[in-house]
């Protein structure tokens, strides 16, 4: 599996819809599997977002619909 080559999260400048659809377009750029997404996504969170990734249950760690959804929830 490559890595992809993308900056981390930085919750204080990025707008987490932007970073989260730049991640997309990237995995689907560089033809990612989509049951890779979440670990890709995983390397690259900081702060709240790494938080919750990991209070997820590890059945949905590998899930990147609900690791984006637990992200996201205000």
């Known amino acids: 599996m490559k890595t ?3 900056p981390t999260s930085n919750e ?3 707008d ?3 970073y ?3 991640f997309e377009r990237a995995c689907q750029a ?3 599997k989509p049951e890779n ?3 890709q ?3 690259l969170l900081q702060g709240r977002a790494l938080e919750v990734y990991h209070r997820l249950a590890d059945s949905d ?3 990147y619909e609900k690791l984006k959804d637990s992200s996201c929830q205000k």
């Open 61 to 63: 760690v590998t899930s």
């Open 41 to 43: 996504q995983a390397r």
């Open 30 to 32: 560089y033809a990612v």
């Open 4 to 6: 992809l080559k993308l």
């Open 12 to 14: 204080d400048k990025d």
């Open 37 to 39: 997404w979440s670990i």
């Open 16 to 18: 987490l819809d932007v």
């Open 20 to 22: 989260l659809n730049r």
